[in-house]
């Protein structure tokens, strides 16, 4: 597998696979009804995700590509599914407030990560740490409040699921760390589509859609794909403080898309998730400089 060593060339590398992230929201703000049929989004986004990745891995270790399966074990199930839940959930969050909920929903998984650890792998938390979830959980809860409309907090739960749901395959590669990561990626995908048919089989309804909304659930499953292959070969040469900065690209990027009136959604974050989001993102630049004193180094694959 490619790996950046010089950090020149990998925080670009890094910054635009956050970017290509940031395009998921406005890539389903374009959908025709996305609402009506989140079942054949999550089966068309899956399904693309599991052959990319394993073709991915074909082109990178051959044949033998299929042997990771066999070494996925019980945390690789777990954080596959953790994996496609938190797929499941993004849409359903998406499609019922706004992108900049959903968006500083996930933006809060590094604490909802550090607390399973702590709770599951007995990771201690430093006072610091537990400051930076204060930060956080002060965010969020403005966002709570200021979403009072039952459809808006049905789409904040959902986020918040979503996140855990990220949170938990986070962990799952920290409790067994020679778990194939991209593999794991790749039966999460295979999950989303296993589950999205058993639900369309049980709805009685079609798997396809419109030949317009098939091409975007494809493309945003491709934009995951690749964002995850760019950010696993320049992950190893940033620290963990700069990687979590430079993925809020996809944080940043998404809620701007979606307002930039070029694009014709003109969605504009309230008070609430503004106040909100400010410290969420406070809450994380104290986070990140904490990991940078500690010098670790991370990475996907």
């Not at 953790?82 to 969050?93: E, H, N, P, T």
């Not at 699921?161 to 990626?185: C, E, M, N, Q, Y």
């Not at 963990?240 to 701007?256: K, N, P, Q, R, W």
């Amino acid at each position: 597998m490619l790996e950046l060593r010089n950090p020149k060339i990998a925080v670009p590398v890094v910054l635009f696979s956050g970017i290509l992230w940031s395009f998921g929201p406005l890539v389903v703000r374009y959908m025709d009804s996305p609402n009506q049929i989140p079942w054949q989004y999550i089966f068309g986004r899956g399904v693309t995700i599991f052959i990319l990745l394993n073709l991915y891995l074909y082109f990178d270790e051959g044949l033998t590509f299929w042997k990771n399966y066999l070494k996925i074990g019980k945390s690789g199930i777990i954080g596959g599914i953790g994996l496609g839940v938190a797929m499941i959930s993004f849409i359903y969050s998406i499609t019922n407030t706004t992108a900049a909920i959903t968006l500083l929903c996930l933006a809060a998984m590094p604490f909802f990560t550090a607390l399973l650890a702590f709770v599951f792998l007995k990771e201690q938390i430093s006072l610091n740490v537990w400051i930076s979830i204060f930060l956080a959980t002060i965010g969020i809860s403005i966002m709570a409040f200021g979403n009072s409309e039952e459809n808006s907090l049905v789409g904040f739960v959902f986020g918040i699921a979503s996140s855990v749901g990220f949170s938990i395959f986070s962990v799952t590669l920290r409790w067994r760390k020679d778990t194939p990561k991209f593999t794991t990626v790749a039966l999460a995908g295979l999950f989303c589509f296993v589950f999205a048919t058993v639900m369309i089989l049980s709805k009685d309804q079609v798997f396809f859609s419109s030949s317009y909304n098939s091409s975007l659930f494809s493309l945003h499953g491709t934009l995951v794909c690749l964002g995850l292959i760019l950010y696993s070969i320049g992950s190893k040469a940033i620290p963990a403080a700069e990687l979590t900065l430079l993925s809020l690209t996809e944080v940043i990027g998404g809620i701007f898309w979606v307002w930039l009136p070029i694009f014709g959604i003109n969605e504009i974050p309230d008070n609430n998730t503004i106040i909100g989001g400010f410290f969420l993102f406070i809450s994380l630049f104290y986070y990140s400089l904490i990991m940078r004193w500690n010098k670790r180094f991370i990475g996907l694959n």
